[in-house]
């Protein structure tokens, strides 16, 4: 048997053939089916991830966070964006832990880590995060239910007089993985890279900090599925 390998584009019909036939020749099966692709987001296997541009001015006041994401592996990092570039200092994450999802929070005095129950593994999923400053609470919805919401508690140790508010880089958010410069990232991330497909994300953000185009791609590729 020889397979030929090609590369799939998007919008293109395909037909897969397959045929059957007995020792003898006595009958032949043959079969076809015909699908078209269609390109959503990109395909990571751990080891790649997307570096985006950003720009800081100020505190974050709301920030609401969309994407949909196909899980493969029960752990995994989907983002991760901090105030100093060695991942330092405030911080949000969301990741797959455990089978469940999880999306963390610091603004370097207070902190919070929303979690959902299991979810299934190679299913598109929807998830939305919303962050509100002025009342401290962040919302965490996966397919169209809420799930968790939670108010940001006081980091021990800390001044804690009042919510300092997210504070991130103007540099880079990382999609699918971190790269190995991050040597000081939050002891709740989960050190290791997404297996599947994650969706582009929707950033509607409040207090002049930007989210730019995508300026680096390791080891991803585009992710199609079937129509």
């Known amino acids: 048997t020889t397979v030929d390998t090609i590369t799939l584009q998007s919008d293109m019909i395909y037909t897969i053939q397959v045929s059957f036939s007995n020792l003898d020749g ?10 078209k692709l269609l390109a959503i987001g990109w395909k990571f296997d751990e080891s790649g991830y997307v570096e985006y541009q950003t720009q800081f001015y100020r505190s974050i006041q709301r920030m609401v966070l969309k994407t949909s994401f196909l899980p493969q592996d029960n752990a995994g990092l989907l983002l991760f964006a901090s105030q100093y570039s060695n991942g330092s200092g405030s911080y949000i994450l969301l990741q797959m832990r455990e089978q469940s999802l999880e999306f963390g929070l610091s603004t370097g005095n207070h902190e919070i880590l929303l979690r959902t ?19 401290n609470y962040v919302f965490l919805e996966i397919d169209g239910n809420l799930v968790d919401l939670g108010l940001l508690e006081a980091i021990q140790g800390t001044q804690t007089h009042s919510n300092s508010g997210v504070k991130l880089s103007s540099g880079s958010l990382y999609i699918g993985n ?16 997404f297996n599947g497909c994650i969706d582009t994300f929707d950033f509607d953000i409040v207090g002049h900090y930007t989210v730019e185009g995508a300026t680096q791609f390791e080891n991803v590729e585009k992710c199609f599925i079937p129509l």
């Open 26 to 35: 006595k009958f032949n099966i043959t079969s076809s089916i015909n699908f």
């Open 117 to 135: 129950s299991i979810i299934d593994l190679n299913v598109w999923h929807t998830v939305k995060v919303t962050y509100l400053s002025s009342v």
């Open 178 to 193: 971190i790269p190995n410069s991050l040597t000081d990232y939050p002891q709740v991330a989960v050190v290791k890279g």
